[in-house]
């Protein structure tokens, strides 16, 4: 151990102590961005950058295991990302795959998917499918994988999952109309029957949502960190949860 690392586990050790573990927030929702320009920025190729920001999710979450966190969603594929070249999204699906297979074989983990699975390939929809069933029965963290995901989509298809259950049971569009409420939508969401994000953290800078949980975040807090994906280290996962602690949640009052 050199002396940085030394320092470095010192200071997360002291921000670690520090934190009040009755403000940690219950769902955490990660934009992992940054994953193509840390590759870059090191001099490798953009599946490298991937296969990297793969490979700290299980860092991220025996972090979040430490803390009381019990629902992570993790942000992997969006609906933009289809406009990738295919000599990118191929391998990327592909480290995706992998990386859902070896969430659900850990045997901590319930993984959940939110995205709309007609976008994907065969191959990763039954992934997807396969780890959901095998981890429907543990009782440990949510992960849910945001692959093919985008916010407008999601309450595209909350919308048309409600007109289809209401046209089955023969309501008419008048009577949709006088029940229908915010709270009758999120039934029908791709996180149904879990909390909405207290927390959204997002990596390398960029200070946007991009349509991530554009329902579910209306009243989460925000984290922008600088550092690209692959890079995140542990004390910066504890800055977040600080900085999230000494805020005030006021919800409009």
Request: glycine fraction near 10%; include cysteine.
């Given at each position: 151990m050199n002396f940085r690392d030394l320092v470095y586990r010192l200071y997360a050790?002291?921000?670690?102590g520090r934190l009040d573990h009755d403000q940690v927030p219950k769902h955490i929702g990660v934009i992992l961005d940054g994953n193509r320009r840390w590759a870059k920025a090191s001099g490798g190729s953009a599946v490298q950058?991937?296969?990297?920001?793969?490979?700290?999710?299980?860092?991220?979450?025996?972090?979040?295991?430490?803390?009381?966190?019990?629902?992570?969603?993790?942000?992997m594929l969006s609906t933009d990302n289809f406009d990738r070249p295919e000599h990118e999204l191929k391998p990327l699906l592909g480290i995706i795959e992998n990386t859902v297979r070896n969430l659900a074989a850990d045997g901590r983990w319930r993984v959940h998917h939110v995205g709309t699975l007609d976008l994907l390939p065969a191959e990763t929809q039954t992934v997807l499918k396969e780890a959901e069933q095998s981890t429907s029965h543990v009782d440990g963290i949510i992960v849910n994988v945001a692959v093919g995901y985008g916010g407008r989509q999601e309450i595209a298809d909350a919308v048309r999952s409600l007109l289809l259950?209401?046209?089955?049971?023969?309501?008419t569009f008048e009577e949709l109309a006088e029940v229908v409420s915010t709270d009758l939508i999120s039934e029908h969401l791709y996180t149904r029957g879990q909390p909405d994000p207290d927390l959204v953290i997002r990596t390398s800078g960029e200070q946007r949502l991009s349509g991530f949980m554009l329902w579910q975040s209306a009243h989460s807090e925000y984290y922008f960190c600088e550092v690209f994906w692959p890079a995140f280290r542990k004390v910066d996962f504890l800055r977040a949860l600080r900085d999230y602690a000494a805020r005030h949640r006021r919800y409009g009052a």
């Open positions: 050790r002291r921000v670690e950058g991937h296969q990297a920001g793969a490979d700290k999710i299980s860092e991220l979450l025996g972090w979040c295991s430490e803390t009381d966190v019990e629902v992570v969603t993790l942000w259950e209401h046209s089955e049971r023969g309501t």
